[in-house]
């Protein structure tokens, strides 16, 4: 049998396993996965004399591997800066987005360079 032969019946055999039924397996609901929404966070208009809530929503919580993005609807330019040095977004003009995936637990603060009040953090569950 030539090796195009077998890769064929391979190829049947695996797709009429896998399309195969069982009467007497239980149905099962799925596991819900973490939930990954909320992974936005905007910088809303005048946000440079908002503080805390010149990031929006503050704090954000989020499951271990989720990517926020920080959009800045605001005129002005910011930054979304790690205080740790974990990331930073550099200057983000207006209409820019920045995104950051979160590998671990913890809680990231970070701030605006530009705006020393404007203070947030990122809580990794």
């Known amino acids: 049998m030539s090796v195009c032969r077998l890769v064929l019946l391979a190829g049947a055999l695996a797709i009429m396993i896998g399309c195969g039924s ?8 799925p596991t819900p996965s973490p939930s990954t929404s909320g992974s936005t966070v905007s910088i809303p208009q005048g946000a440079q004399t908002k503080g805390a ?4 929503p503050n704090p954000i ?5 989720t990517t926020v993005t920080w959009t800045n609807s605001d005129t ?3 930054t979304v800066t790690s205080n740790a040095g ?11 987005s920045f995104s950051f995936t ?7 603060q ?9 203070v947030g953090s990122v809580v990794v569950q």
């Not at 970070?110 to 404007?118: D, L, T």
Request: proline content about 9%; overall charge neutral; glycine content about 18%.
């Open 22 to 29: 069982s009467n007497s397996a239980t149905p099962t609901s």
């Open 53 to 56: 809530a010149g990031y929006a």
């Open 61 to 65: 919580t989020v499951p271990v591997g």
């Open 76 to 78: 002005t330019g910011h």
């Open 86 to 96: 974990a990331f930073d977004s550099g200057a983000l003009g207006a209409g820019r």
């Open 102 to 108: 979160f590998p671990a637990a913890g809680t990231f």
């Open 110 to 118: 970070y701030h605006c360079n530009f705006h020393p009040g404007m």
